[in-house]
């Protein structure tokens, strides 16, 4: 099993920025993949941004040039940074573990408002 657990959310304006945090323990060895989803209310959670073991990211178009995904491999620590942020960004943020051959594993979720 893998735990994952996400921190950094919080109010911020728009144009502004947070960094997002996620630990991951248990049994790391088998993931291949981590990323950020995010979800409002009432709609489906999306993928915004993932990092594989050899360091290929992906980035939802709306949010290339903005995000940042990265990993602290020693730490056991994946991030995403945010700058220019906008209102349509505010959703619960989840950190996502994908390991080999099919198990997902869900962090808690963290609030993530951008408004004036």
């Known amino acids: 099993q893998v735990q994952l657990v996400e921190s950094g959310g919080g109010l911020v304006q728009p144009g502004g920025s947070l960094r997002l945090s996620c630990e991951a323990s248990?049994?790391?060895?088998?993931?291949?993949?981590m990323g950020w989803y995010r979800q409002v209310l009432g709609n489906e959670r999306e993928l915004v941004a993932s990092i594989t073991n050899g360091g290929s990211t992906y980035y939802l178009d709306s949010v290339k040039g903005r995000f940042t995904v990265s990993r602290d491999i020693a730490k056991n620590m994946l991030y995403l940074q945010m700058n220019s942020l906008k209102p349509e960004d505010t959703a619960v943020y989840y950190c996502?573990?994908?390991?080999?051959?099919?198990?997902?594993?869900w962090g808690q979720g963290t609030q993530v408002t951008v408004s004036a």
């Open positions: 248990g049994s790391i060895g088998s993931i291949y993949v």
């Open positions: 996502n573990a994908k390991g080999f051959p099919r198990p997902q594993y």
